[in-house]
């Protein structure tokens, strides 16, 4: 076969020039008619032979040359011109136009001199003839244009931020091209573009703000704020690379937000303050949602919510408190922590559900917001109304929840949630063992006196307590619960003990007997009470059963928790009278006396003076005149003289008589002083036991932070731990540092 015939430079690129010039007249639409197969077939193959021609004529490198300066040449005499004569967005339209045809003619001329870039270019590590092709581009259209381009971009953003109509389309056409003249990187955009856009943007949304503060309340402005947010997010969707995103929007939350947030929250009527006082909710969520993108945007606003839930808390406090007052000056009415529970505790779980509310459903459940509101409840919980701490309000607002006919009446659900709160509430409290002191009283009450509302909402609470302040706290509650199930199994043993041998054991009235763990329950001191025969005999067929089922055990009678129910028998009917025993005891001694002096009761009963004053008290000077007495008058006397009243009446078959009961409030804070100085003894012993040698500040710090759960303890308390353990030589100072203290062991 002979040789394939040589082509000589110029013949062969007349040959491509044609091509060349059909391909420019298809794009400036003089030639309506594409290429066909067998003219790019001629095209290609001339290339291919003029490439893979034996040297001299091997034309890769010339071909390679006047490629580029075929774009050089079509640029300089017909994209150029076009541009320049133009401006603004006619210039852009024109701009796209011309570009989106030199990306065709980049394609089309690639594919012709195809032979080149599989080859040529790869052996030299040449560009490539698509980057060739858009450098060309880049180095006399966009250098020349680029100001003018961004000038004319900008103008259009600006038009669609004053709310005018703009072509989002050529917009995004633009923005593609300073993206694509970084030839792979993000360059271009970003210096060519994106960082005048930003400076811009500024700019704009500075001079906005300005006009708005003046303007506009707060809501009003953080509508304008929030649509602006909104319209730059959409911007970068319909037309800006999504890389330019968070830092135009960092841009108008700088200049919108953050520039202004002191003076937008301290608005006159309309700040944050204002919101919240007004339960301005949606706005204030909207507030929420803006700054929490801004660098410690959040915080001002959580301070702001803080100050207003503590002025809150403590106009509860101050009605509470006046509250306190009015019924002080009442004599009728004593003051008493259950007097003003509702005003308080009631009211504190209602503003903890509000202001929760707010946290969650404004704030976003955010950790700033709810340290916040905690702070605040802990400020204003932890004040006391009077001489009244909140730990005892709130033990005797759960004991109203808990007892038989209790203030509230709830739906099961609805005593959960409530319960729920109590236990919430509680963490705010830093006297916690204070609440459980009242709280376990409480509690003795309502389980011995079977007023219990429900054993289930008993036990809900005291899981709830456990799982918020831990088994410790609740161990002795749980068994008093436990122990009345158990007095009612032994009841049941002793009732099958008596029916074994009723004539013999068989006693005259029917009774209870309620066994309780002495380390369980509160502490009370036994009075002595001189009992009827009935009730004598019911303690000793008791004490025999007791002692021959638990020969080890010691049974201490603890008389005056005792219930009574007795009939008594009026002309006019039956009534039922529900007392204790230490009442009970006295009435039936006027079965055979007519009348008794106090001296006398005492003698008889053999009951503490306090205990039969306050028994009479009850019988004749309180709701029902069971006794008369003489002289009378609402207060008794030792010289005071009592009889039966035979013509006692009322509508109600059953009446209860309520003991006075004693002031157990000083007692119960003198327990709970008395548990910290030995609580606190066993922190110091322990922290110095596992140190050995600690600086006195360090030790304040691990004492508190070890009994913080239960009380927050004062340092004064600290110290004079400190030295009383020093006395007892469990601790000594360090010889030549006063401020070190040494265990010893």
Known sequence: MSDRRVIALEDGWGNMEDGIMKLRRILDQEDAESFTSEEYMNLYTTIYNMCTQKAPYDFSEELYKRYEAAFNQYINSKVLPALVEKKGEYMLRSLMSRWENHKIMVRWLSRFFNYLDRYYVQRHHYATLNQVGVGCFRRLVYEEIKPSMKTAVLALIDKEREGE??????????????VEMGLGTMDAYQNDFENDLLTHTSSFYTRKATQWIAEDSCPAYLIKAEECLHSERERVQQYLHQSTESKLISKVEQQLLEQYETELLEKENSGCAALLVDDKKEDLARMFRLFSSVPKGLAPIAQIFKTHVQKEGMSLVNSAEQAAAAMKGNKEKPTT????????????????????????????????????????????????IGEISTAQLLADFADKLLRKGGSEKLSDEKMEETLDKVVKLLAYISDKDMFGEFASKRLSRRLLQDTSASQDYERSILSKLKTSCGAQ?????????????????????????VDEDAANRKTCIDFNVTILTH????????????????FAQCVETFQTFYDAKMSQRKLTWVHQLGAVVLNVKYEAKTIEMHMQTPQCSVLLLFRNEKELSMQKVIEKTKMPADAVKRALYSLSCAKYKILNKSPEGKTVNPEDVFSFNEKFTDRSRRIKIALPPPDERKATIENVVQDRRHAIDAAIVRVMKTRKALAYNELVVEVVNQLQQSFLPEAKMIKMRVDDLINKEYIMRDEENSQVFKYIA
């Open 165 to 178: 109509k703009s072509d989002r389309g050529l917009i995004k056409s633009i923005t593609s091209i300073f």
């Open 337 to 384: 922590s259950t007097s003003i529970e509702q005003v308080f505790t009631r009211s504190a779980i209602d503003l903890y559900d509000k202001y929760s509310g707010y946290v969650n459903d404004c704030f976003g459940s955010n950790a700033l917001f709810n340290r916040a509101l905690k702070e605040a409840f802990e400020y204003f919980c932890n004040k006391g």
């Open 473 to 497: 706290f609740t161990s002795k509650m749980e068994g008093m619960v436990n122990d009345v199930q158990s007095a009612r199994d032994t009841q049941d043993v002793f009732e099958r003990w």
């Open 519 to 534: 380390g369980f329950w509160p502490s009370w001191k036994p009075i002595q009470v001189e009992l009827c025969d009935e």
